[in-house]
Structure formats: C-alpha cells, structure tokens
C-alpha cells in the first residue's frame, strides 16, 4: 500500500520506531525478497526477433531491480552462427539444437532440468515484446492459491488482436471431432484461420478471472506447477501446446488465471510464416490425437 509522505518531523519519528536490523539480516531479507524468473524462448530462423526480445527482457529488468532475470534463446534448426546481444540487467544464453525439435519439444529440454529453479518459468516465442513494467506487475502479484499459469495480456499487431483469454472453458469430445475435420483438410484449415482470427478481433476482457488455457506464444507458470511437473513429455511435434499445458494444470487441481496488467506486445507468425499451411494442419492433427487419446 502507498501512503503519504510524511513530513520532515513525522519521517524522521517513523525511522527511530523501524526496528535495528544487523546487516546480516539485512542480506537475508533482501534474499527472501527478490524473485527470479527464466525465459525459455524458442526461436526458430527469427534471430532480429530474438534480438528484440531480449532487449525487451532488460528494460523490463531495469525497470525492476527486485528480479533476477535469465534469458535462454533456444536456436532450433540452427541456422546460422548467432550469438545474443548483450544485455546489462539479465543473464541470456544461447541453447542451439542442430534439427528442429518443435516449439514445445524444445522448451521441455531446458525445463526438465531448470523449472524448479525459479518462482517463475515462461515458455515463449521470440517475436514478441515485454511491457517495459511486465516485471513491475508481476513482482507485484499478490499470491493466488493454486495458480499453476498466468496467463498476460498478449496483444497481436499482424492481426489487432488480443490473444487472451484463449480458451475460457475445457473442450468436449464434440471440439475433438470438429477440429480433427478441419486440421484433415488444408483447405478448411485456412478457411478456419482466417474466421477465427476475424472473431477475436477486437476483443478485449480488461478483468482478471480464471480459465481454461491462455495462448501458447507466452506461457508463463508459477513454481509451484514446475514442482509438481519438473518434467513435462508433449506428445507431438507442433501445435495444441496449450491444451497439453492446460490438461497438466487441470489434472494436479491448480489453476490458470488470465491477467491484464501483465501485458505481452505479440509480432506473430515470423516464425510459422515459414512453414507451409499443409504442415501446419499435418502436426496439429497428430498433436490433437495424442491429447485427445491421454485426456478426452
């Protein structure tokens, strides 16, 4: 809470009642108070991209000394030789796979060895950007009992669009039978893209509230979920991440909480630009059957 500036008098009294703290102490509080969160981000052949991404972790961090803020840029595919820019408020790595593990396949190296490490994990892309008080915000997140995934506000440019909240309520078996017609077609593929992407514009839910599953560009999961899930195994290549993350979330009885003042400014598709609507609608059909056959 924020209060009035007392005055020359009055804050001088406030001082001598704070309680002596040894400077020991002092480092131990400072320790209990900061919060970490890593940046799983998977780039595939969007190295400009990536570029921006991390110079928007930074500011981010810089805005807010309380975190500390790692960045890993998984290349998957690696195509050419890159290195990260250099940043000054956060630690940034680079993890280069030389094939193409998929979005998730290749998150899930890094976060079987690190999740349990940080109060926050985000699996992400990296054509996005952070609000410059993304860190602010998220420092400043009362704890909310069995939150397993917070879900930001992602706001997409190519399409005007607000990604979240992408899925208020879980699917029936009806959904499955729907979308495995549409994903069998490339052409009722397309048809589908292009009418959900003209629905959701526009669309904006400015109220924090509990759903199902937000938008798999930003994922961003709570401590507590990677110590229940310090492993996690997607059953495809691309595509349905969301539906996999939200059955993981919904099967240890935790919670995905869609948050507006956590705000993502999403590029989209520089990456899935380069592959072809025929392999888009491929991996996102076999994807859906693992998840269906798991869950449904």
């Not at 400072?30 to 595939?44: D, E, G, Q, T, W």
């Amino acid at each position: 809470m924020v209060g009035t500036m007392p005055t020359d008098s009055g804050y001088h009294q406030a001082l001598k009642t704070l309680p002596l703290i040894r400077p020991i102490e002092v480092k131990q509080r400072m320790r209990i108070l900061m919060k970490s969160i890593h940046f799983i981000a998977v780039n595939y052949k969007s190295y400009a991209a990536a570029e921006r991404f991390i110079r928007s972790v930074d500011a981010a961090a810089a805005a807010c000394k309380d975190f500390n803020a790692v960045v890993s840029v998984i290349d998957n595919g690696a195509a050419i030789t890159w290195q990260p820019p250099v940043a000054e408020h956060i630690k940034c790595e680079l993890i280069a796979f030389e094939e193409n593990l998929g979005y998730l396949g290749a998150a899930q190296q890094v976060w079987n060895t690190t999740s349990t490490d940080y109060d926050f994990t985000a699996i992400c892309n990296v054509d996005l950007e952070l609000a410059p008080d993304f860190l602010q915000q998220l420092y400043a997140l009362e704890a909310i009992d069995n939150c397993g995934w917070l879900a930001p506000d992602i706001y997409t440019t190519a399409t005007q669009r607000h990604e979240n909240p992408f899925m208020n309520r879980r699917p029936k078996k009806i959904n499955f039978i729907i979308w495995k017609a549409i994903y069998s077609s490339t052409l009722l593929y397309r048809i589908y893209s292009a009418i959900s992407a003209l629905k959701r514009r526009g669309a904006h839910n400015s109220n924090v509230c509990d759903i199902y599953a937000g938008h798999g560009s930003f994922m961003l999961f709570t401590n507590e979920f990677a110590k229940q899930n310090p492993e996690i195994h997607f059953p495809g290549f691309m595509y349905c991440e969301e539906l996999f993350l939200a059955e993981l979330i919904r099967t240890c009885s935790m919670r995905t909480i869609y948050n507006p003042h956590l705000r993502i400014v999403n590029i989209g598709k520089v990456s899935t630009a380069l592959i072809s609507q025929t392999k888009k609608s491929k991996w996102s059909l076999a994807s859906l059957k693992e998840i269906e056959k798991q869950w449904f």
